[in-house]
Nanobody, 119 residues
């Protein structure tokens, strides 16, 4: 098992910022990649961003480029998602996920944290 716990969600006005955190526990050295996903009401879950342990390479969905930033604090086993210039379309439940083998395959998921952006 590799529990993931998200925090930092909440309500913010359009144009504002939030920082989400995802802390892993257990056999965290197995983690190869960490990612953030989101699911808005009535929509499918979509990829937001990911970061690899090796080299810290990052990748973002087009709709968040220039607004969101993902980072990894290895000492704290925590991944962050800094979200700036939020708009109402960013309203969703945000999930973090961990993969142990491939950058596009996630084996463990958190329970999600709600982000609500009001216009």
């Amino acid at each position: 098992q590799l529990p993931l716990v998200e925090s930092g969600g909440g309500s913010v006005q359009a144009g504002g910022s939030l920082r989400l955190s995802c802390t892993a526990s257990g056999r965290t050295l197995r983690i190869f990649v960490m990612g953030w996903f989101r699911q808005a009401p009535g929509k499918v879950r979509e990829f937001v961003a990911r970061i690899s342990r090796s080299g810290g390479s990052t990748y973002y969905a087009d709709f968040v480029k220039g607004r969101f930033s993902i980072s990894w604090d290895n000492a704290k086993d925590t991944v962050y998602l800094q979200m700036n210039r939020l708009d109402s379309e960013d309203t969703a439940v945000y999930y973090c996920a961990a993969g142990i083998l491939y950058v596009s395959e996630y084996n463990y998921w958190g329970q999600g944290t709600q982000v609500t952006v009001s216009s």
